[in-house]
């Protein structure tokens, strides 16, 4: 592995998801993890896309999660189900960002 590379991983936890800066500790599917939330990020996202339209009587609850790929594990599915907290979502997306996953959540509440 190349210098660059070992030095992202190590900035990952030091850096990005530092408790000190933006990190926060919260349960991910019952484990508790250094867990960014960019709930901003998802309005910068959707200027790009057009929003679905909304159901009468329910709305969309939506949280963009930065986790450690090394903390988290196997990439979630689209469609498959996340824990955060108390509050269970539908992962709708997720991109691997240089060891850290960017998990587009979604929840449907009334």
């Known amino acids: 592995m190349s210098f660059f590379k070992e030095q992202i991983e190590r900035d990952v936890s030091a850096v990005f998801i530092n408790l000190e800066e ?4 919260k349960l991910v599917n019952g ?3 250094n867990v960014v939330i960019d709930d901003n990020e998802l ?4 200027k790009s896309k057009l929003m679905s339209a909304e159901t009468v009587g329910t709305y969309k ?5 930065y986790v450690s790929q090394a903390d ?3 990439r979630p599915a689209v469609g498959s189900f ?10 709708n997306g997720c991109t691997d ?4 996953y960017a998990i587009e959540l979604e929840a ?3």
Do not use: P, Q
């Not at 933006?22 to 500790?25: C, D, L, Q, R, W």
């Not at 309005?43 to 959707?46: F, G, S």
């Not at 609850?61 to 999660?65: E, I, T």
């Not at 960002?97 to 850290?100: L, N, S, V």
């Open 31 to 33: 484990r508790e993890m």
């Open 108 to 110: 449907v509440r009334s």
């Open 82 to 91: 996340l824990t955060l907290g108390t509050n269970r979502y539908r992962v």
């Open 72 to 74: 988290y594990g196997a």
């Open 22 to 25: 933006f990190g926060e500790k």
């Open 97 to 100: 960002e240089a060891g850290i």
């Open 43 to 46: 309005l910068e996202r959707d």
């Open 61 to 65: 609850s939506r949280r963009l999660l």
